[in-house]
C-alpha cells in the first residue's frame, strides 16, 4: 500500500518558468512533511518542510503547500534553474514519529 | 557542522557472501540513525532506524541486520548475500522526531 504517491514520473520546464511538482498521501495521520533533491549517484538534499499546522512555507525559490482536506502537498520552485533538474521526493510521518514514508519521486528536467 | 560518512560508494559481491556497510555522524551527539534502500525506479524504503547505543528497530523482515556499536555509528550487515539485496543504500541522520532526516551520499551495492 503506497501511503504516499508521486503520480507524476517526470516534468520538463522551461528555465524562468514556475516548476510544480505534486504529492498525495493516504494517512490521515501524517502530520509532517518534507520535500528532498536528489541527484544521480547522491543522497537526498532536504529542501523544505512543513508541519499540519500550516498551509504554506517558504524557503527562498521553494514554497510548499499544504491542503489537509485534500491530502496533497506540492513544491513550486520560482524562477525554475537548469540545476534544479534532479528527482525529488515527497516524504511524511506521523507526529512524534521517527520513520518517514517516501513517494516514488518525480524526475524534474529544466529545459534552457 | 555536521556531516555523515559512507562507505565504499560502490560494491560487487558474489550471491551468499557477507557485507558490511558503514556509517558515521560527526558534529553532534546522540542523532537518530537510519539505513534505506532505494530500489531501481521505486522510493526509499526504511531498513532500520535506532534512536540510541545498541537499539535498533526493524521496518521489514529480510536478509540484513543493523547494529549501533558507538554512538555516532551505525553498521548495516548481512551473512549470507541475496540477489534481491542489490540496490542502492542510504544512512540517513536526524536530531530526534519532526526534524529532517539527512543523507549520506549512499552506497550502490550489485550482487552477482
Known amino acids: 500500500d503506497q501511503q504516499v504517491k508521486q503520480n507524476s514520473p517526470s516534468l520538463s520546464v522551461q528555465e524562468g518558468r514556475i516548476s510544480i511538482l505534486n504529492c498525495d498521501y493516504t494517512n490521515s495521520m501524517f502530520d509532517y512533511f518534507l520535500w528532498y533533491k536528489k541527484y544521480p549517484a547522491e543522497g537526498p538534499t532536504f529542501l523544505i518542510s512543513?508541519?499540519?499546522?500550516?498551509d504554506k512555507n517558504e524557503d527562498g525559490r521553494f514554497t510548499v503547500f499544504l491542503n489537509k482536506s485534500a491530502k496533497h502537498l506540492s513544491l513550486h520552485i520560482v524562477p525554475s534553474q537548469p540545476g534544479d533538474s534532479a528527482v525529488y521526493f515527497c516524504?511524511?510521518?506521523?507526529?512524534?514519529?521517527?520513520?518517514?514514508?517516501f513517494g516514488t519521486g518525480t524526475r524534474l528536467t529544466i529545459i534552457p | 557542522s555536521q556531516t555523515i560518512h559512507q562507505w565504499p560508494a560502490t560494491l560487487v559481491q558474489p550471491v551468499g557472501s557477507p557485507l558490511s556497510l558503514e556509517c558515521t555522524v560527526e558534529g553532534t551527539s546522540n542523532p537518530n540513525l537510519y539505513w534505506y534502500r532505494q530500489a531501481a525506479g521505486r522510493g526509499l524504503q526504511l531498513l532500520f532506524y535506532s534512536v540510541g547505543i545498541g537499539q535498533i528497530s526493524s521496518e521489514v523482515p529480510q536478509n540484513l541486520s543493523a547494529s549501533r556499536p558507538q554512538d555516532r555509528q551505525f553498521i548495516l550487515s548481512s551473512k549470507k548475500l541475496l540477489l534481491s539485496d542489490s540496490g542502492f543504500y542510504l544512512c540517513?541522520?536526524?536530531?530526534?522526531?519532526?526534524?529532517?532526516?539527512?543523507f549520506g551520499d549512499g552506497t550502490r551495492l550489485s550482487i552477482l
Open positions: 516524504a511524511a510521518s506521523p507526529f512524534g514519529n521517527e520513520k518517514l514514508t
Open positions: 540517513a541522520w536526524n536530531r530526534g522526531t519532526n526534524q529532517p532526516q539527512h
Open positions: 512543513i508541519s499540519s499546522i500550516k
